[in-house]
């Protein structure tokens, strides 16, 4: 029914040469508030898929909040323009560059002036990345499946939960890169993780702590989360909720990481990682969109 008849119109905007994205603007609303989303880890796009995973998360979110009379803004990462134009430089990549980005793309809405309020929407490490970038800049933030601890923390316990075997080298590697050095990888069965080329990436994000940037925020915030999410627990939206006492906070019941709602085991919910035709969940989308509005 939405696809056809939609309430919103979609244009192609780029707030800069790296970061195109689409507007879905209300049809009939004047000055409606404005939803920022920003997209997970890795090569994600502005609809929340990467190669081969195809689940149209953020866009069918989008869509739902567009119908509504919100207006949003999805933009791709900026490592999908420098990856399709060979200027990719990964040991150069930042964690900054992306707080950077989503503030440009704050910016150059609020110089539109034509936005009744401008809300920060962040899935998973872009949870992060907006709680950085909305500090004193958006009327609002959303924490979509976002870590409560820094990064090194999360992805210990990920790896430890298939390979307990690992947790000497792992803390040993994470402990070098928090003192803001490299090192020569050794065990190659780490090269996804810990490969030379990241490592400077990894020192500048785990410089950041979810709990203590989500407590400086004196704006609404709103922390949602599902109880299927294989990769960012509920445990982790506890600690930010405690971190930032005054938040609204859902948990969705059988909600994944791709904010589907998820009945079965655990391949049925990687499976839906590459469903487009499984909808996001609707008592997830309703919160958004109440959120938003009462602001």
């Given at each position: 029914m939405l696809a056809q008849n939609p309430k919103f119109k979609t244009d192609e905007v780029s707030v800069n040469d790296l970061l195109p994205g689409t507007l879905y603007t209300p049809l009939n609303v004047?000055?409606?508030?404005?939803?920022?989303?920003?997209s997970g880890s890795g090569p994600t796009d502005r609809n929340g898929n990467q190669a081969g995973m195809t689940n149209n998360s953020l866009k069918l979110l989008a869509e739902s909040a567009a119908n509504s009379g919100i207006a949003v803004y999805s933009y791709d990462k900026r490592i999908l323009a420098q990856m399709k134009n060979g200027t990719i430089d990964e040991k150069s990549l930042s964690f900054n560059d992306f707080i950077n980005d989503a503030r440009q793309a704050i910016a150059f809405f609020k110089a539109?002036?034509?936005y009744s309020r401008i809300v920060i929407g962040g899935h998973s490490e872009g949870s992060l990345i907006g709680m950085v970038a909305t500090n004193g800049n958006a009327d609002g933030f959303i924490s979509i499946s976002g870590a409560g601890r820094p990064i090194d923390k999360v992805v210990t316990d990920q790896v430890l939960q298939q390979a307990p075997m690992l947790k000497e080298e792992l803390e040993k590697d994470f402990a070098i890169l928090?003192?803001?050095e490299t090192f020569t990888l050794q065990d190659q069965t780490l090269a996804v993780l810990f490969r030379?080329?990241?490592?400077?990436?990894?020192?500048?994000?785990?410089?950041?702590?979810p709990a203590a940037e989500i407590a400086r925020l004196k704006i609404p915030v709103l922390i949602v989360n599902g109880t299927k999410d294989l990769q960012v627990p509920v445990s982790e939206a506890e600690l930010l909720k405690a971190a930032k006492p005054d938040a609204r906070y859902e948990i969705i019941e059988n909600m994944n990481h791709v904010l589907k709602i998820i009945g079965g085991d655990r391949q049925e919910n990687m499976a839906s990682y590459n469903n487009v035709d499984l909808p996001v969940s609707a008592t997830f989308t309703a919160s958004v969109i109440s959120f938003i509005k009462s602001i």
């Open positions: 004047k000055k409606p508030p404005l939803l920022i989303l920003l539109k002036k034509s928090r003192k803001g030379e080329s990241v490592q400077p990436y990894l020192i500048s994000w785990m410089k950041y702590d």
